[in-house]
């Protein structure tokens, strides 16, 4: 990663009045939101990615007893979302289901926010390695990849330079180091060329973007858009340390 | 000393008789009692100094009924259980015991099994069990788990605890009397038989140690004499009470007594009375600060002046301080050690066996070698920093001169002013043999969730008998039918409101209506994961090798949080030497040596114990006492006298309040006395009522006697008894607690302890960071859907006590009701100033990540702007 030794380049960012960050990707405009979904704004649609339904009852079947509760806080904050912007598609960037029978374990109701969801709007079904099926009984498109306003919308980054690749797949998180300490968060991560964005799954645990899976992925030290309580906080990759 | 021939000669047989004679000793009279005891087959207590052959006064009797006992061809299993709480004891206690069984020539083999304990040694000892096992709690909670517990203790006879005042009052403990229920259901006729340092209330270990639940009250137990309740138009008040002068207790009190009454107290001998200096350097002691660095060269001349010392201090970074400084002046090259709980194993083993060969002048150490291991010839005993607590300042005293008829000799070094009035209290409640009491434990429900699990790994449990046998266990004697039943539904599939995990059962109900672990794998994964300790994270410190940087030999290890204050470049002290941090790679911290003698961080922070409530008291009396402040060097009584001048200084059972402008902001000083951890719960909750009521507080720093907030307007016009108001602790309390940090800590380690996640799957070891961060994850998602159940339950509870000690904050709020003195001043005050030092010196918790997060985007702006 040398690199990106050198000092973080200029990146147009402006603050949007509900706690989102703006910015341009590819030349398309892009809002990250607090919760980690990405608001496409001329296309009115909502990218959310890795929610890893029920990984939960995934642990519970080895016998670890999580708290079977993540599908339906991850469907209540994507809902939340899904009010909060009113859009006219949601991306579900892949790996939307924690294992291929994730699906025959959701809970009725759970089952039922997904449908009004798909009801409601375009539910997009974009596939990933943990959900390489798709859904089987729930409605939807499917896609392997999709083209939105010049940018590719796919689960997994394609290694090298990727102009307007949108991708989820590695759980972005980052460790931002200030004066008083250092606090790790979820982030997204984008060198305005290419962007990753964060896991929204309510279990989905976190790779700090130092390690060596985000190398070579950028071309320049990329900016970081880090989840606070309410808002995102852009920082820079030189605030940004490893575990 | 006792006299033999006064006892009856029966009790010594004749080989014990001789061999006490070749050693020119005579057994005493707490050690005659012992057998006694076993004889007449009653549970024990023995409360003795160390230093009064406490061990061998617990082994006598098993030593005797083994070597009568006729020899045998077959194993007959495990006569006597040893539990220690330290590996190190165990250890050295199975060293110690071989002496009288080689010298009297007994057949008797006794061994010790910790978690250090080889794969052979280990795999032989289940099959050929010794007569005498000597293991940790954590081992015993292993064995419970093992498919032919049943069996392999069934024999046993007598189970000893050792150090048992350090276990009652923990999670470990909890675990620990768990066990002890499971062995009586082994082996009924066990004999339990607990040996203790001195403590104020030795009735609160009894409850503990004691076998038998309490019976229930419906239907009334007929026909057991005393225990009778009467009811109805029978019942004549003050009539038939069982022992005279309890008449006033309830039936519950009454029954609790009769149930640890079962466990006879044995007295040790009272020993000399130890000779406890206080070094007072005269003129030089500081106003704040936790190092006693002021106090280096005077402690250096008294190690010269004594035959061997120990050093002990509270913290890890104060040991590392103490040990450099003392190198600094070691013109002599005195051979000084340094001891503490993150330096390798090895090189701790190298320092306990160059002490037990007599080879060091000082050994400089943290709590590591608080209990009673035998590391031979100490003279003296040197505490730097305050003791925080009489009993523990006793324990450490009491390592100095292992003979009873000598008193211990121990120098107390206060670090700053108040810990010298500390220090000062500690000195006069040990001359008057009073010790800080403690609460009776409640047994932590996941702790009993981890033994239920274990239970079911091991044989198959029929519900009702194990709720009986687990509230024949101490700290569970209370335990509602309801909450067990939680418990084991919360063990079988998580006890979620939301009922999709039935077809995931851990445990399972049989046909013959008994539960029994799911499968194999299951109960595999149970035992990893068995004991009550929950430590940090920890990182392995090695040193950096080569242009890779890669890791070199190890030095040690540290706790994660200590990593979160340095950056890559930074000098710290670990080990004895300066070292710069290189980078952190995975669970891995690299550092090369470092020529700066100024080390960016040598230690830092005070105690991580808290100031006993006991010793709280009587500082806060020896501050109002005027005639009592003649024993205080002359700089300590000055600061007093114009304390007393300048503000004033309050009575005993009132608070001190100031208010003063500094600066362009407020001040509001309050000296509780009564710790860390609740002065910061209290100034956490005031900040949030100074916020209503307009004060606009800015922050606040705590330290062990004194609490100060600032904030930007004026606070002495407020209503005090309002502000302090103890309904402080009902929704403000909760409102605090759900978003606090603390509250995820202590979920995490009921966490692990439950099993709800494991500490490490079979093969492949998780880091600390991540599995923190999975179980804030876990912690959020329950919180929201599930705010009642069990877990949060204990996470609340652990919190409440162990993190923000939310007792002691009320017993405080009742304490000071109507009895606040405010004392507004124009500028700050003697008592203030040592508090106001500590101002900057500490990073807050809690909100802090917010906080980050805006700061490191206020670098990117300042750096895109320019």
Known sequence: ?243 | MADAAATPPDLLPEKFATWFESRGWSARAHQLEMIAKAREGRDALLIAPTGGGKTLAGFLPSLIDLAQRPPSNTPQGIHTLYISPLKALAVDVERNLMAPILQMGLPIVAESRTGDTGQARRARQRVKPPDILLTTPEQLALFCAWEGARLYFENLSCVILDEIHTLHSTKRGDLLALDLARLQQFAPNLRRVGLSATVDDPDVIRRWLAYGKIPDPDPPPVGEGDLEVVEGAAAVPGAKSPSVGFAASSPSEEASRAVYETVDLVRGPAGAQPIVDMLLSEGRVPWAGHTAKHAMQEVYDTIKGARTALVFVNTRFQAEFAFQELWRLNDDNLPIALHHGSLAAEQRRKVEAAMARGELRAVVCTSTLDLGIDWGDVDLVIQLASPKGASRMVQRIGRANHRLDEPSRALFVPANRFEMLECQAAREAIAENRFDGEPTRIGALDVLAQHVMGCACSEPFDLLALYDEVRSAGPYRDLIWEDFEQVVDFVSTGGYALKTYDRFRRIVVGQDGLWRVRNAETAQCHRLNVGAIVSPAVLTVRIAMGKARRGGRKIGEVEEGMLEMLDPGDTFVFAGQVWALVGVTGTEVLVSPATNRDPKMPSWGGSKFALSTFLAGRVRELMYDQEHWKVLPADVREWLEVQRDHSLIPPADDLLLETFPRGKRHFMVVYPFEGRLAHTTLAMLLTRRLERMGAAPLGFVCNDYAMAIWALKPMDGLDFDELFAQDMLGDDLESWLAESFMMKRAFKGCAIISGLIERRFPGHEKTGRQVTFSTDLIYDVLRRHQPDHLLLRCAREDAATGLIDVARLGLLLERIQGRIRHSPLEHLSPFSVPILLEIGKERSPGQAGEMILAEAEEDLIAEALS
């Not at chain 1, 892009?30 to 009115?44: D, I, M």
């Open chain 1, 1 to 243: 990663m040398s690199a990106l030794a050198s000092p973080s380049p200029a990146y147009a960012f402006a603050a949007s009045p509900c706690g989102g960050l703006r910015t341009r990707l590819n030349g398309a405009a892009v809002t990250l939101r607090a919760s980690g979904a990405l608001w496409l704004e001329e296309q009115r649609t909502l990218v959310v990615a890795d929610l890893h339904l029920e990984k939960g009852s995934a642990y519970a079947m080895r016998g670890q007893m999580l708290p079977p509760y993540d599908t339906r806080e991850t469907l209540r904050r994507l809902q939340a979302e899904v009010m909060a912007t009113l859009p006219d598609a949601v991306v579900l960037l892949g790996d939307t289901f924690h294992d291929r029978k994730s699906e025959d374990r959701l809970a009725r109701d759970d089952a039922q926010t997904l449908r009004s969801l798909a009801g409601a709007t375009r539910l997009i079904w974009v596939i990933g390695n943990h959900d390489a099926d798709g859904p089987r009984a729930l409605p939807g498109d499917v896609a392997d990849e999709l083209s939105v306003a010049g940018l590719t919308l796919r689960h997994e980054p394609v290694e090298g330079p990727q102009v307007g690749e949108v991708a989820g797949h590695l759980h972005p998180c980052a460790r931002v180091v200030a004066s008083r300490g250092s606090v790790r968060r979820r982030c997204f991560v984008t060198d305005g060329s290419r962007m990753v964005v964060p896991a929204f799954g309510a279990y989905a645990g976190g790779l700090n973007i130092r390690d060596a899976a985000f190398a070579g992925l950028f071309s320049q030290p990329p900016l970081c858009g880090a989840l606070g309580a309410d808002r995102v906080h852009a920082v820079g990759w030189r605030s940004v340390a490893g575990d």
